[in-house]
């Protein structure tokens, strides 16, 4: 089993860049794809990266996903920040034993 | 489009038994993999359990294990979730998801919410 950690909370104002991050603390961050879900509250998760960096259809370019795995580390870098962006986020990978998915624990964007 | 409804949710007592759907649209439902994620009150993301397209492999999280059964009807377009001696932590929106094949889910149901209280 692994963990995926990600900082409680980030916050910036509109128009800039942040990044969160996702850290997994055994196993290699590159054996399996990680995806970024986005939840706004009262609503349900949905997908704006998978498979590390590839952007669903519908989701801005504004998104985007890296690994780097001098740090065991995924990313989610959102720039150019609306309002509309202030959400949830949950960082996911596979595992082959169980929990089948582990997630992380959930970063609050807040957009000031 | 792909549409996933869950429905089942409500009130409970400890001990007793409870089962979710999850009514799927907009795709070939026999075709894919299908979770149930949950969340309790003000926490993160937990998996819960796995079916693959055809029902023939389940999984589950070791918290539910043994008491949890997760099944399909393909012809009825339908996933469920079978909940037995149902705990307080039990208590959380459960959501389900299709399997993107990556890994990862791609939709998600807005998630029905289970409450295990006396």
């Known amino acids: 089993k692994f963990m995926l950690t990600q900082p409680h909370s980030v916050s910036e104002s509109p128009g800039k860049t942040v990044t969160i991050s996702c850290t997994r603390n055994?196993?290699?961050?590159?054996?399996?794809?990680v995806q970024w879900y986005q939840q706004r509250p009262g609503s349900a998760p949905t997908t704006v990266i998978y498979?590390?960096?590839?952007?669903p259809s519908g989701v801005p370019d504004r998104f985007s996903g890296s690994i780097d795995s001098s740090s065991n580390s995924a990313s989610l870098t959102i720039s150019g920040l609306k309002t509309e962006d202030e959400a949830h986020y949950y960082c996911?990978?596979?595992?082959?034993?169980?929990?089948?998915?582990?997630f992380g624990g959930g970063t609050k964007l807040t957009v000031l | 489009q792909v549409h996933l409804v869950e429905s089942g949710g409500g009130v409970v007592q400890p001990g007793r038994s409870l089962r979710l759907s999850c009514a799927a649209s907009?795709?070939?439902?026999?075709?894919?993999?299908m979770h149930w994620v949950r969340q309790a009150p003000g926490k993160g993301l937990e998996w819960v359990a796995v079916?693959?397209?055809?029902?023939?492999?389940?999984h589950y999280a070791d918290s539910v294990k043994g008491r949890f059964t997760i099944s399909r009807d393909n012809s009825k377009n339908t996933l469920y979730l079978q909940m037995n001696s149902l705990r307080d932590e039990d208590t959380a929106v459960y959501h389900c998801?299709?399997?993107?094949?990556?890994?990862?889910?791609?939709?998600w149901g807005q998630g029905t919410l289970v409450t295990v209280s006396s």
């Open positions: 079916i693959w397209y055809d029902g023939t492999n389940k």
């Open positions: 498979e590390d960096n590839q952007r």
């Open positions: 998801a299709r399997d993107g094949g990556y890994d990862g889910g791609d939709y």
């Open positions: 996911q990978s596979y595992a082959n034993t169980n929990p089948n998915w582990v």
């Open positions: 907009g795709f070939i439902f026999s075709s894919y993999g």
């Open positions: 055994s196993g290699s961050i590159a054996s399996n794809y």
